[in-house]
């Protein structure tokens, strides 16, 4: 069975050549991300990946975390991997280093998530939950509780949890019903919550649930949701742990994948909670969790895919079935056959493509923050809140057709939980759903992020990608004129999709969108062909160059080549699902659903 590689050649060369590792080192607060610390991260994180992670993985499947009594217990080895994951230092690589993380840029934070979650997708979601958690606090948190919980949560102490999901309220918030009355310095929180990851666990002595609720006299709707720091256990003065409160997990739920992650029923009763940031400001704060949560759920997309594409790779290479179509001879690997190849090449491609898109976000992340010119940082900005529904919903999509090639690759023994094909399709499946589904996400794409600004940001990329073209035109290499083709077809392919949006958006919603989750797939295939177009480019130069690894350059070329022809050629057929969405996707009326 194939254990996990950690692909470090080809993250250093996103991470370097498309991201630009270099200038992100140079913007202020950065400038311990040499070259050599980098290397160094990467080197460790891979050995923590491959080393303690990824063992546990299929037995942390089989087992699944277990509920007794309110009291989880999580599968054999991880509380142990947890406790060497927070003394290596892991827990808090991007958080700034006043609260004791390692103030690393995002860029090389999300390497080295990508790691964790390929190696042990349910083991990587506490750590990242608790990466939001501490973002909010950081940012919105009162000078007090930062102090009280910050340090705890960045050491990997304690754990964060984002607590928003009830019975009745999952993409739509505005019906959540948990309440918080004020007594004196905090409130009290009563209610129910549902589908909370890692809600409850044995990892840590005390977990800091950040809860959504709403005070008594809160308007309606999304504008009268709050949120709170409720402690598992409350603190003394002294900071020690202090009485139980009362935030109960009342029971986890048995579900399709990540059965080592608990997803806790947690029942707030009367527990003690502090404001975060402004009454009925909640939502907006809870945006800057869910914006990172987001992110690192695509990047979850990224992790599964290269690790389905390990497995079925080295499957490829050992299973004997069929003869070599032109050769004779006995049975051959499965890989010498087209379609395998084909397949497999699928399954390389898109990740790739999604890795460069995703590096390349983080790294935009880290300059919107830090960039001392202004002008840069809003447009980087942009480029993020644009990208961060794409890398979520594409990269989500995606992951799962590739977990889904995957088994297909291993033929019947990929149906067969032996193999562990099986398990990175059934962990994947809830990538599309948590942290807003990609219907929801296709909405904020195509109305948040499009309509509300008339296409500024959106023309801005396209105007970028013509820009491209031109550097695309210089080059010699058929396969490159090839993919300047596909890649310039698919942008004009987009832009018109772009003008449909923005010219029906505000007369008929409905049929935007019904369009919008072709359109966020558009999206992410030109942004993911432009990320493997600028990767076939700078690997002709290399070539040109006589520099480094010959065959990973010329597998660059091939891969975009791939992906253009495979891919980016489905631009026109998504973008006609766009411009014609409300005729197919409305016709039927309710009634003629069931009457059909
Ligand atoms: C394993 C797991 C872990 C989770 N972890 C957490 C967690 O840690 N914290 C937390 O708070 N929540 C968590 N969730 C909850 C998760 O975020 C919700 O399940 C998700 O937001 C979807 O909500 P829902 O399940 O109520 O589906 P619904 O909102 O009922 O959606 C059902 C369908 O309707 C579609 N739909 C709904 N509204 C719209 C709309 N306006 N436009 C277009 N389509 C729409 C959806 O796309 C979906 O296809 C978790 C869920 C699971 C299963």
Redesign the pocket.
Known sequence: MSTYVAPLKDMRFVMNELAGLAEVAKLPGFEDATPDTVDAILDEAAKFACGVLDPLNRSGDQEGSKWHDGKVTTPKGFRDAYKQFTEAGWPALALDPEWGGQGLPRLVATAVDEMWCSANMSFSLCPM?TQGALHALELRGSAALQKQFLPKMASGEWTG?????EPQ????LALLKTRAVREGDHYRISGQ???????EHDYTGNIVHLVLARTPDAPEGVRGISLFVVPKFLLNPDGSLGARNGAICASI?H?LG?HA?P?AVMVFENAVGFLVGEENKGLATMFIMMNAARFAVGLEGVAIAERAFQRALAYARERLQGRDLTGGGGAVPIIRHPDVRRMLMLMKSQTEAMRSLAYVVAAATDSAQRHPDKATRQRMLAFVDLMIPVVKGWSTETGIDVASLGIQVHGGMGFIEETGAAQHLRDAR?TT????????Q??DLVGRKIAREGGATVKAWLEHLSEFDAELAKSKHADIARVRGALANAAKALAEAVEYLLATFGKDVKAA?AGAVPFLELMGIVAGGWQLARSALIAEKRLAEGKGDKAFYKAKISTARFFADQLLSQAQGLATAVTSGGAGALALDEEQFFAA
């Open positions: 939950l949890t984002m607590n928003l999901t309220a999952g993409s739509d919550k549902i589908f909370i990851t890692f809600g739920e579900k990540i992650s997803t809830i759903i948590y942290e807003g589904t990609t219907g929801i296709a909405n969108s």
